[in-house]
């Protein structure tokens, strides 16, 4: 049974758009049942024309053709290639430094960058790119393979450096060749990712920091969430880290442990997340308080934990890289915000908007060395971030922020756990919680209360 012309224009109307007479001809010739014209609804990338007309019906039944939308998966990281000794930390630095001068050196202003050695001889006008060495009031120290030298800050720089950071600066060597005066200090930064052509439009829930076995875990709060999954649209859940709660990650923190094993707290994760439909697909990856090494960057759980988990569910490094249908992310927990902020003068656990930009700007997910986040000496640099993502998702700090940079959108995702007694002597307040959610249609962000039942 065809559907008439005007159940067709009702269908289309209930879907916001207007469907001109050809393309409703065109419809009608190829197809009689509703749930197929419901899927082909589903295919139309009208994004910003609310008249659907035959060109966009026949792009629509192209797309038909194509193969299956690609969703990629990058585990940044599986084996240790560590040499725990001085050549090793020397490898690992030496791989920060080159793959950060790649992205320095394709900047226009930072063409003809010379080594530091070759401008402390030659003195003049100068490029040169080194790692930051030490952080002064108006002035740093940069260095790389030939040498250090000192560098005075621009007088109207406003901006921040960080330790261990790898930055360009043009400016002029003083005479006895040991000083820059820096007219510009140059980052590496990033230019606005490409837009991908989405095919089917689809949701991504994001959220982070569970601690499955707490006292203060919100489980009620969590159920809810599980339960609005079910009927939300959504296609793929991110799960930022901080699975649970672990044992033995902060002093006394026994006293405030439900669950006192750590296989039980994944097993009680493992009940929870069985309640999400199947056709959800999950990817987690492990924080600071999962069973996996502190440093960074962290493998994914264990076999033996993983397993634990319905078959949806997929367990990834920290950091790991996500191609969902074409929108590119970046997951990372974020242990390394505390050393950030710690650094940056303006910046709170209430306000670290600047720090998340900065991890950017740097494009590094932990540009400070050997404060407290312990980092590995890899033979290669897996922090680094090396291509720009559409979205960087951080979580770790326990309430929400949704920036957009340069169509970049920097999330940091919230927590299922109330205030602990640590925080509390802290004083930091958590905004637990809350879920993120990305819808492809608008490309944009909604934040969902569940604190309060629903
Ligand atoms: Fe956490
Ligand atoms: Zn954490």
Redesign the pocket.
Known sequence: MTLSVDELVKLFLNHGYLISSDAAELIRSRFTTREEILQLISRISARDRLVVDREVVEEALDRRLEPEPVVEVVNLYKVPNIEPNIEGFKSYFRSRFRKLTRILKGIPSMRGAIPIANASRLGGEVRVIGMVYSVGNRHIEIEDETGRIRVILPQDFRGIVLPDEVVGVVGRVRSRGDVIAATEIVKPGFSRPPKPEIREHFRIAII??I?VGSKKFLEREFRSFLSWLRDSGVKYLLVN??LVDGVGIYPDQEEELEIKDVDKQYERLAELLSQVPRSIRIFMIP???DAVRQAEPQPPLPEDICSMFPENVQCLSNPAWLNLEGVRILMY?GTSLNDIVESMPNADYQNFDDALKEMLRARHLAPIYGRKLPIAPEKEDYLVIEEVPHILVT????STRVIQERGVYLVNAS?W?SQTRYQKLMNFHPVPARALVFDTRDWSFRELDFSSPR
């Open positions: 982070s920091d601690h880290g901080d924080g600071n308080h927990h979580g770790h700090i326990h927590a756990q």
